[in-house]
């Protein structure tokens, strides 16, 4: 009777989940038009409301609610079908695909499981000090190379560990073993793509939004303190180690305990790694192309050190300087190299380089198209998803409506309470947005917010910059979310328990290293305007 009165409570989840989508819909779309707001803005959001609560209770699949925006857009004059289909096929789709076809080649033969039960060895096999090493070698990576690149490259390791780890078995009971791998596969998952976004923005070049925060401050604010790449770090680095610090014991938290004894797991673990032998010539190949596809990724750019130190020039400009070479015209301001390129270019000659001889004689090659089609098709429809509605916030002006909205409620605030709102406000608005997008539309509403209030606009910009990386409730939210979401071991209900928990931490804790910490670093003094701010007056757009 308990399991069917259960069954019954989750069964009418879906149900109430269309009926108040359909409700919100519907309220939103027939409230007033506000005067400032455009009447696709309104609609936007309406239909915003409809998919953030079908995503949330899975009222129906997650990846059919992505698909939302192909009709609802066109429909409701938002964008039209060429405009928001784009967004489902765009670069960053392909480097997705790109790293999941990287990622099932590694499975495909076994590499997964070998880096795994040696990461273990290294890291030790408690659970709690396995997920502590994971968060702080991506976090380590995202500082480098972008956010869905280390989140690409940890996540195979990641499912391997968890793999292995349920393999061993080293629990106490059966049920015991069940709960603790589905906490330690949900803490692990959660903690690569969490620290992700928390490690890139920890310097200029780990995020775009920082990159984007740089560049509007200087257009705006062309005669006020420029921050140096180092400064940069020494600033926000110790917010990165302590909110990891933070994730891994909100992960953690009750986490049941290996019931072995510490000498009897590494002797469990050292028999498996034995018993895997040495490397094949197919581990040693795709060993190969996954060390190549990370050094390809964190060199493409320049890897600097303040504002002139040049550690390793980026060799995304060669295209460019043989075309030139050969006597073609182009432009060298346009990106012509992505993560994409690589992880495309890496994924494509996998199909082509041969790894062994089957029992029949037959070629094998690295990749075969049977073991392509495993790819995370839904998932991508939910990244598309994500695009189509980051688009469409920026395309009608909806998050300048929220920014400016935002402005004129924060007006006579103290301080403290600024640089608060402006964390949540930009924490919760990237969990439906596009964060580079958010963060070009509401910081120039934030410069002549600041100008007008009299206060030093870095006292609410650099958190808001900050704060949109900070998002971990939605897949959709940031990039390593939805990755992590595809391996199908997080539940919609574990991404928003632990994210909303996460999200009013960062909140709360910027708040705090903001008034305390960055505030003394960046000499910001209160009750005085800088000269510089009158020098140039910020127009928002």
């Known amino acids: ?165 349920s393999e061993l078995a080293m629990f106490e009971s059966q049920e015991d073993s069940a709960k603790a791998i589905q906490h330690f596969s949900v803490a692990l998952l959660l903690g690569i793509a969490y620290s992700a976004s928390i490690g890139g923005v920890t310097t200029l070049i780990g995020t775009p939004t920082n990159i984007a925060f740089q560049s509007i401050w200087t257009s705006q604010f062309p005669d006020g303190p420029q921050l140096s790449a180092g400064e940069w770090m020494i600033m926000v680095i110790p917010f990165g180690i302590t909110f990891l610090m933070l994730t891994w014991i909100v992960l953690c938290w009750n986490m049941p305990k290996l019931a072995s004894s510490k000498e009897s797991s590494k002797a469990i673990i050292n028999e498996h790694v034995t018993q895997l032998g040495k490397p094949t010539r197919p581990e040693i190949l795709m060993l190969m192309v996954f060390v190549i596809t990370a050094v390809l990724w964190i060199t493409r750019k320049p890897l600097t050190f303040g504002e002139e130190t040049v550690l390793l020039p980026g060799w995304e400009s060669l295209p460019i300087y043989f075309l030139t070479k050969w006597g073609i015209s182009v432009d060298s301001a346009s990106g012509w190299v992505h993560d994409s390129t690589v992880a495309m270019g890496m994924a494509l000659l996998m199909f082509a380089i041969p790894a062994q001889k089957s029992e029949q004689g037959e070629t094998q090659y690295l990749m075969d198209w049977e073991t392509a089609e495993r790819l995370p098709w839904g998932v991508l429809l939910l990244i598309g998803g994500g695009f189509a509605i980051a688009s469409a916030f920026s395309s009608t002006d909806l998050s300048g409506w929220v920014g400016e909205v935002f402005s004129e409620r924060i007006a006579g605030w103290p301080a403290w309470a600024l640089i608060f709102a402006a964390c949540l406000m930009l924490t919760f608005l990237t969990e439906f947005t596009s964060n580079i997008a958010t963060v070009n539309t509401v910081l120039p509403i934030m410069a002549a917010t600041a100008v007008s209030l009299g206060i030093d606009p870095r006292l609410i910009m650099i958190p808001a910059a900050i704060s949109a990386s900070c998002a971990f409730t939605m897949p959709i939210a940031t990039p390593p979310n939805a990755i992590v979401f595809a391996s199908g071991k997080i539940r919609m209900s574990d991404m928003l328990r632990y994210g909303i928990i996460l999200n009013l931490i960062g909140v709360f804790l910027l708040t705090a290293f903001m008034w305390f910490y960055f505030v003394p670093q960046l000499g910001i003094e209160f009750g005085t305007v800088p000269e510089w701010v009158h020098q140039h007056t910020p127009e928002s757009k």
Not at 30 to 45: E, K, V, Y
Not at 71 to 77: E, H, L, Q
Not at 113 to 125: F, Q
Request: aromatic share 10%; glycine share 8%.
């Open 1 to 165: 009777m308990i399991g069917d009165s259960s069954h019954s409570g989750e069964s009418r989840i879906p149900f109430y989940g269309k009926l108040f989508s359909v409700i919100a819909f519907v309220v939103i779309l027939n409230l007033p038009t506000p005067a400032d707001m455009t009447p696709s803005a309104q609609r936007l959001a309406a239909v915003t409301a409809l998919m953030a609560i079908l995503w949330m209770t899975q009222a129906i699949p997650i990846a059919a609610t992505s698909l939302i925006p192909l009709v609802a857009f066109p429909i409701f004059g938002i964008q039209n079908p060429k405009t928001v289909s784009g967004s489902y096929i765009n670069e960053n789709i392909f480097l997705y695909m790109g790293g999941f076809i990287i990622a099932l080649g590694i499975e495909k033969w076994g590499v997964h499981r070998r880096i795994a039960l040696n990461t273990i060895r290294v890291i030790g096999s408690s659970p709690r000090r396995v997920v502590l090493g994971f968060l702080f070698a991506t976090a380590f990576l995202s500082m480098w190379i972008s956010n869905t690149a280390s989140t690409l490259l940890m996540l195979p390791i990641g499912m391997a560990i968890i793999g292995s780890i």
